[in-house]
């Protein structure tokens, strides 16, 4: 009986400090960072060689929003549908992966809808002002590999946002694997009515800061009441990348 207690014991011990520090500071790609401290956003970019353009990039993200040339860009061609909720706490963010199908046209090239996710604080500030919370959907060239990511800013309102509640009433404190989740998500509500949007070329906010990405910052926000922004940021909270030089890079403003 002694025996099989210690080997107990022992077998427990290892699984218990491995998933506190997946919890502190996520694993996703087997590189251990996060957003305080030594492995904190300014450390990114020494923690590895894969993670050297977080310091030394040109195109970085996310930017301060100002100062945006006013242009007739093209419309973001929206084609969502349905999808189940996979909702899953990815060690970094609150993430639901989405059914294929859904995708966007930008410029002509279609980019497949993979995930969405959220950052709080939002990232992106416009003329310095954060937002409570940020949404990133994530969409990808099959051809390039490219990315254009839709962001929207959440900002607090009076009420629940129906559209969000299937998401925000199962955020995973736990991270794990993506699980459906209730009822399944009609995807092109998630979106504000208008489209008007702020465009620039970036880069992944998270390591490692792969330059490959079309920012189209939506310039209408959603707003979810307290109690979901709270929900979310009981789970998550300052996981945002400060803002980066906007440099030489062109920044767009269609409004819609
Ligand atoms: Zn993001």
Redesign the pocket.
Known sequence: MKRARLIALFSVFPLVSIFGGLLMTGFADGLSWGYEGEEGPASWGALSPEYALCADGSAQSPIDIRGAHALDLVDIEVHYGESANKIFNNGH?IQVDVDPGSHIIYNGITYDLLQF???APS?HSIAGETAPM???F?HQDPNSGNLA?V?ILLTEGENDSHAYAAVFDHLPAQVGEPEAQGDPLNLARLLPETHGYYSYQGS???PPCSEIVRWLLLDTPVALSAEQIAAFRAIYDGNARPVQPLGARDLLHDSG
């Open positions: 963010t996710h959220f950052h990232e940020e949404i990133h994530v990511v962001g992944l906010t998270t």
